[in-house]
């Protein structure tokens, strides 16, 4: 990781959790409070808004295009977009209505803004050159967080070498596991496995096979070490060890993905092939379930649904999740599966892009002429279509520096109101204004921050 604004998250192999019911908790992840350091490169018309809380947009508002301000501010914006990708600015590979625009009206005005998705697969350099053909506007990755980005901190580890994963052997799954691998390689994963080697290597770990030469023969690599077998002579220092587990984005191949995973909960020490003494133990906690060393379970982010190119929104990795949870309760006897769930609406993710967001603002000003430090952002406006991971996390992050995150809710993804309607929009669903779309978010606050148009 490029630039010393942030300290590496740690890895947490010791301190896993369930899904956590605050999702703006304070984060074991720690990072520095700075919100200027560079934590490197990862990481038409409308209806009257509906609002609450915010304040509320003017009906009689001035097209957020005609005008051009007139005069070079003497202070820098105190407030800044923070943008989901689907459902807000693409619906697959087509832009909606206005969300180009939108992005260069705020570029051509010096407004800080990144996008954060949930969305991953892809290397960041790859996405962002997509985003920006498929957008027409010019993006780099200073201002872009996948749901996985933060995961390259856990190369490093937080407090200390002794925690860090980079020598450490991970296994990875995704959409595309083989894709994932080269993702995780990329941030500076050494040793990284797939499904497909462990089935490749030994066909009897899972004994369905339709994939395993159409898709699994082109993607494998031999292990690094050979998986324990009772009996067999092979010591366990010498036997395959899994020392962590990373979901980078929605897998395809559920029954594989589960069954490995499972096979590492219930290992001793993540030794693929054995099973825990303390497994189902009454004296200790959990009944000594995930209590013998078993790797920790990483999920880049917890969407039930997200918009695609369907008229109904899809399973996400939130589904996935939920599945190896529902697996882990038969298999436990109802014990909750032990796990670290990023992404939003999670805390560490919303903090980790606060700290992007004010290296990116911070550079901005710098281009501007202005050297001293720009001080803490005001308001950061979290435009998104999903209430479960744009509004509530938003609505919960509690900013270390007191910045405001204010989320907008748009109609043009995964809520609307023939889908759950304004019965779902109640608690840390409720988002401070609904609009119709990105250009109509961006318009509402910009009203709201008394911008001269």
């Given amino acids: 990781m490029r630039g010393g604004g942030v300290r590496a998250l740690s890895a947490v192999a010791r301190g896993v959790t369930g899904a956590s019911s605050s999702p703006g908790a304070r984060s074991r992840w720690p990072v520095t409070r700075s919100t200027t350091a560079n934590p490197g490169a990862y990481l038409s018309s409308t209806r009257t808004p509906q609002a609450s809380g915010c304040g509320s947009a003017s009906s009689s508002a001035r097209a957020l295009y005609s005008t051009q301000r007139e005069t070079k501010s003497e202070t820098p914006p105190s407030f800044a977009f923070a943008f989901d990708i689907d459902g807000v600015l693409l619906h697959v590979a087509k832009p909606i209505p206005g969300a180009a625009k939108t992005l260069r009206y705020l570029q051509d005005h010096n407004i800080p803004f990144i996008l954060l998705t949930n969305g991953g697969g892809k290397l960041e350099a790859e996405r962002v050159k997509d985003l920006s053909s498929k957008l027409g506007v010019h993006l780099t990755t200073e201002n872009f967080v996948q749901s996985h980005t933060p995961f390259r901190q856990l190369v490093e580890g937080g407090d200390g070498e002794e925690n860090s ?31 497909a080697d462990i089935l490749f290597a030994h066909p009897s770990v899972f004994p369905f096979d ?21 009996g067999g002579g092979r010591s366990l220092t010498n036997s395959l060890k899994i020392d962590a587990m990373f979901v980078f984005n929605d897998p395809r191949d559920w029954a594989l993905d589960i069954q490995v995973i499972a096979d590492l909960l219930l290992s001793h020490a993540g030794y693929l092939g054995t099973y825990s003494s303390k497994n189902a133990d009454p004296s200790l906690p959990a009944c000594g379930w995930q209590q013998d060393g078993q790797p920790p379970l990483y999920f880049s982010n917890a969407d039930l649904f997200w918009s695609t190119g369907f008229h109904l929104p899809r399973f996400g990795q939130g589904a996935f999740q939920a599945a190896v949870a529902g697996v882990w309760r038969r298999i436990t006897g109802g014990h909750e ?39 803490t952002l005001r308001s950061v406006y979290m435009v998104g279509d ?48 609904v609009v119709d779309d990105v250009e109509a978010a961006v318009r509402w606050a910009l009203e709201r921050e008394g911008w001269k148009m």
């Fill in 210 to 230: 339709p994939l395993l030469e159409s898709v699994y023969a082109s993607t494998h690599r031999a292990l690094p070490k050979p998986i324990y077998a009772p």
């Fill in 337 to 375: 599966l032990q796990r670290r769930a990023i992404g939003k609406p999670y805390g560490e993710t919303y903090r980790f892009a606060e700290l992007v967001l004010g290296a990116h603002r911070h550079e901005i000003l710098r281009t501007q002429g202005y050297h001293e430090p720009p001080g």
């Fill in 165 to 195: 994963l980079r020598d450490k052997t991970i296994l990875v799954t995704g959409a595309d596991a083989a894709k994932c691998r080269d993702i995780a390689e990329s941030y500076g994963f050494k040793n990284v496995i797939t499904p």
């Fill in 386 to 433: 999903n209430p479960e991971s744009d509004i509530a996390g938003a609505n919960e992050y509690a900013s270390e520096v007191g910045t405001e995150w204010c989320s907008v809710l748009v109609r043009t993804g995964v809520w609307s109101p023939e889908r759950g309607g304004q019965e779902v929009l109640k608690g840390r669903l409720e988002p401070k204004v």
